[in-house]
């Protein structure tokens, strides 16, 4: 019976059922409050009755996700917005900084894959600055821009730019020979040959690396918005944290994951189309 | 003596042997082409025919010597100078119909896309790929199909002289036939001046109007230039039966198997020019092979 299903089928319920046994247990998991009047004397003496701040059941959690999903983008305040509009500020800071790299990282990845000059003369810079952690940047960011939010944006810059300058420069370099040859005995200038044969020759190399900086600047942005608050995914975890908001701590990590899990999908199906098969 | 009109002029090529010394692949060098004909060099792997041939595609720079088209020397690639290299080199990203459109873009910078398009057509039509299969990618073609379209690109494009670096190494023996066939069908429609590099001898035999021999390397030479004496249109059922075949077929399996080898490594002085090779039914069938080696290669 099992084998008339697709193989994608089969995962599908596989994964299903994984899911409601994990989120079972785990709600099984959670003791319920004891009602006040079963309390012992003793249990009230010491203050064990009182509310305390648990692990919330995966049912309080889903229900904390209707609500919130229901009404992403309301505004109550700096300390109250919805959830969407938090998803929002933190995209746009990632998105903002993961372009200017872009900007900066592809033509000087090309440079770098074009000259062995460039290359060597470079090499030595992106060797020391790439280990370092973004948010090492993050004070001396503060105090040059003196701007919580263009320093969000800088560290996403800075940390988003490596993988996209070194897969271009690896991609470029590797274009093969023969295709450059083409492009010679055509007779194509440069610029003809950098866009039509270097570019997309090394274009599924140059979307892997874009694909590695929009992950890593999507881990980064939570992080550097619990350091420079006052909104944004990462700030919105950070206060809930404050206000023993468990259940939101919780919704906020899921969106999190799901939200990259997009970004990430939408690499992936960018590499589909520009894939080619030598 | 005019000049023909491909001219290889005392052509010298050496490279890092990799242990410090030199390798000279080929020294003072010295052969040409006519306008419009179909010549073919053959020779052992490695004694340095795609390395003639990069140059006269102006892909690579001679240690010395010249290279003259038309009177003028060859510097750098060029349009009229159309390549077709051993591995196909088209652009995977491409289908088999935009790969063809790329170079006649490329010509012919002024054509409207629907002109470039109908031309593109057309020379694919010419090799027989037609439909659907035009717009394939090139990895969901076959080799022989593959083979076509480089043939259809290069030709498109109206160059003056083609190079083809053993265009059909990578195919079975009935497809081959068909290409060739093909191949001498766009070729002999046009002025079109033809420099081939191939491993078979028979293949050479059926395209060429000439054949250059070349010795073993290093200090290889481009030893004979061999006529063929069989009447066009040729085709690979026919020239068997001409008279001429098979004595051309054991002069070139004769050099291949032996004397190339007997020739080779031996550095000459001065400029080298090929010895010119007729065999025709009326004279001996096989030139004796016995005679002193460097006798025949004196330079004619
Ligand atoms: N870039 C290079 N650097 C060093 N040596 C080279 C280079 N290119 C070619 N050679 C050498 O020159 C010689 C001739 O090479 P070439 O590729 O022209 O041979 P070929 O006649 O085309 O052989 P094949 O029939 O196998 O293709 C070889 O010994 C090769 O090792
Ligand atoms: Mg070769």
Redesign the interface.
Request: proline share 6%; with cysteine.
């Given at each position: 019976m099992a084998s008339q299903l697709s193989l994608n089928q089969r995962a599908a319920i596989l994964s299903i059922v994984l899911l409601v046994v994990g989120l079972l247990i785990w709600e099984a998991a959670i003791p319920a409050q004891k009602a006040a009047e079963e309390l012992t004397e003793y249990e009230r003496l010491t203050g064990g009755g009182a509310p305390k701040a648990g692990i919330p059941p995966p049912s309080d959690v889903l229900a904390k996700a209707w609500e919130q999903l229901s009404n992403p983008f309301y505004d109550a305040g700096p300390n109250d917005k919805g959830i969407g509009i938090q998803i929002g500020y933190s995209l746009f800071r990632v998105l903002s900084g993961y372009f200017l790299a872009a900007l900066v990282a592809i033509p000087l990845g090309f440079l770098i894959g074009m000259s062995p000059v460039a290359y060597r003369a470079l090499n030595p810079f992106i060797q020391v600055l790439r280990p370092i952690s973004p948010l090492a940047w993050m004070p001396l960011a503060l105090f040059v821009i003196q701007d919580s939010q263009l320093s969000a944006i800088f560290v996403i810059f800075i940390c988003s730019i490596w993988p996209m300058l070194l897969n271009t420069a690896f991609g470029v370099a590797g274009v093969r020979q023969?295709?450059v040859?083409?492009a010679?005995?055509?007779?194509?200038g440069h610029l003809k040959t950098a866009f039509?044969?270097i570019l997309?020759?090394a274009?599924p190399t140059i979307v892997t690396g874009m694909r590695i900086s929009i992950g890593i600047a999507w881990l980064v942005i939570v992080a550097a918005e619990m350091l420079v608050g006052g909104t944004g995914i990462g700030y919105y975890v950070w206060n809930e944290w404050n206000n023993l908001d468990l259940t939101s701590v919780i919704f906020s990590i899921l969106m999190i994951g799901i939200v990259g899990m997009v970004l990430d999908a939408a690499f992936a199906a960018l590499q589909r189309t520009?894939a080619?098969?030598? | 003596m005019s000049k023909p009109y491909l001219s290889v002029e005392n052509l010298t090529q050496q490279f890092p042997d990799g242990q410090g010394g030199t390798l000279t692949v080929f020294e003072n060098a010295n052969f040409g082409i006519e306008k419009g004909e179909f010549v073919v060099i053959l020779g052992h792997s490695g004694c340095g025919k795609s390395t003639i041939m990069n140059i006269l595609?102006?892909?690579a720079e001679p240690t010395s010597g010249v290279v003259k088209m038309d009177g003028f020397a060859v510097s750098?690639?060029?349009?009229d100078?159309?390549?077709v290299?051993q591995?196909y080199?088209l652009?995977?990203?491409?289908s088999a119909l935009r790969n063809v459109q790329?170079?006649v873009k490329?010509?012919h910078r002024d054509w409207s896309p629907a002109k470039v398009l109908e031309h593109s057509r057309m020379f694919l039509a010419k090799v027989g790929l037609e439909g659907d299969v035009i717009h394939r990618?090139p990895?969901q073609l076959s080799g022989g199909m593959r083979q076509r379209v480089s043939i259809a690109r290069a030709f498109a494009?109206h160059p003056k002289l083609l190079l083809l670096d053993e265009p059909f190494g990578a195919l079975d023996a009935l497809t081959r036939g068909t290409i060739q066939e093909e191949l001498l069908k766009i070729w002999s429609g046009t002025e079109q001046t033809v420099f081939m590099i191939t491993h078979d001898i028979d293949e050479a035999i059926l395209l060429a109007d000439r054949i250059l021999l070349m010795t073993n390397g290093p200090f290889a030479r481009v030893a004979e230039s061999v006529d063929i004496t069989i009447p066009r249109p040729r085709t690979r059922t026919e020239i068997v039966d001409h008279p001429n075949y098979y004595a051309i077929r054991n002069h070139l399996v004769q050099f291949l198997g032996r004397r190339s080898k007997e020739l080779a490594g031996q550095k000459v002085e001065g400029p080298q020019r090929p010895e010119t090779v007729r065999i025709a039914r009326e004279s001996a069938p096989e030139p004796e092979p016995d005679a002193n080696p460097r006798l025949r290669a004196v330079n004619s």
């Amino acid at each position: 019976m099992a084998s008339q299903l697709s193989l994608n089928q089969r995962a599908a319920i596989l994964s299903i059922v994984l899911l409601v046994v994990g989120l079972l247990i785990w709600e099984a998991a959670i003791p319920a409050q004891k009602a006040a009047e079963e309390l012992t004397e003793y249990e009230r003496l010491t203050g064990g009755g009182a509310p305390k701040a648990g692990i919330p059941p995966p049912s309080d959690v889903l229900a904390k996700a209707w609500e919130q999903l229901s009404n992403p983008f309301y505004d109550a305040g700096p300390n109250d917005k919805g959830i969407g509009i938090q998803i929002g500020y933190s995209l746009f800071r990632v998105l903002s900084g993961y372009f200017l790299a872009a900007l900066v990282a592809i033509p000087l990845g090309f440079l770098i894959g074009m000259s062995p000059v460039a290359y060597r003369a470079l090499n030595p810079f992106i060797q020391v600055l790439r280990p370092i952690s973004p948010l090492a940047w993050m004070p001396l960011a503060l105090f040059v821009i003196q701007d919580s939010q263009l320093s969000a944006i800088f560290v996403i810059f800075i940390c988003s730019i490596w993988p996209m300058l070194l897969n271009t420069a690896f991609g470029v370099a590797g274009v093969r020979q023969d295709w450059v040859n083409v492009a010679r005995t055509h007779e194509l200038g440069h610029l003809k040959t950098a866009f039509t044969v270097i570019l997309p020759a090394a274009a599924p190399t140059i979307v892997t690396g874009m694909r590695i900086s929009i992950g890593i600047a999507w881990l980064v942005i939570v992080a550097a918005e619990m350091l420079v608050g006052g909104t944004g995914i990462g700030y919105y975890v950070w206060n809930e944290w404050n206000n023993l908001d468990l259940t939101s701590v919780i919704f906020s990590i899921l969106m999190i994951g799901i939200v990259g899990m997009v970004l990430d999908a939408a690499f992936a199906a960018l590499q589909r189309t520009i894939a080619y098969a030598e | 003596m005019s000049k023909p009109y491909l001219s290889v002029e005392n052509l010298t090529q050496q490279f890092p042997d990799g242990q410090g010394g030199t390798l000279t692949v080929f020294e003072n060098a010295n052969f040409g082409i006519e306008k419009g004909e179909f010549v073919v060099i053959l020779g052992h792997s490695g004694c340095g025919k795609s390395t003639i041939m990069n140059i006269l595609a102006g892909l690579a720079e001679p240690t010395s010597g010249v290279v003259k088209m038309d009177g003028f020397a060859v510097s750098g690639p060029s349009l009229d100078r159309g390549v077709v290299f051993q591995n196909y080199s088209l652009l995977p990203w491409l289908s088999a119909l935009r790969n063809v459109q790329f170079g006649v873009k490329a010509r012919h910078r002024d054509w409207s896309p629907a002109k470039v398009l109908e031309h593109s057509r057309m020379f694919l039509a010419k090799v027989g790929l037609e439909g659907d299969v035009i717009h394939r990618k090139p990895s969901q073609l076959s080799g022989g199909m593959r083979q076509r379209v480089s043939i259809a690109r290069a030709f498109a494009n109206h160059p003056k002289l083609l190079l083809l670096d053993e265009p059909f190494g990578a195919l079975d023996a009935l497809t081959r036939g068909t290409i060739q066939e093909e191949l001498l069908k766009i070729w002999s429609g046009t002025e079109q001046t033809v420099f081939m590099i191939t491993h078979d001898i028979d293949e050479a035999i059926l395209l060429a109007d000439r054949i250059l021999l070349m010795t073993n390397g290093p200090f290889a030479r481009v030893a004979e230039s061999v006529d063929i004496t069989i009447p066009r249109p040729r085709t690979r059922t026919e020239i068997v039966d001409h008279p001429n075949y098979y004595a051309i077929r054991n002069h070139l399996v004769q050099f291949l198997g032996r004397r190339s080898k007997e020739l080779a490594g031996q550095k000459v002085e001065g400029p080298q020019r090929p010895e010119t090779v007729r065999i025709a039914r009326e004279s001996a069938p096989e030139p004796e092979p016995d005679a002193n080696p460097r006798l025949r290669a004196v330079n004619s």
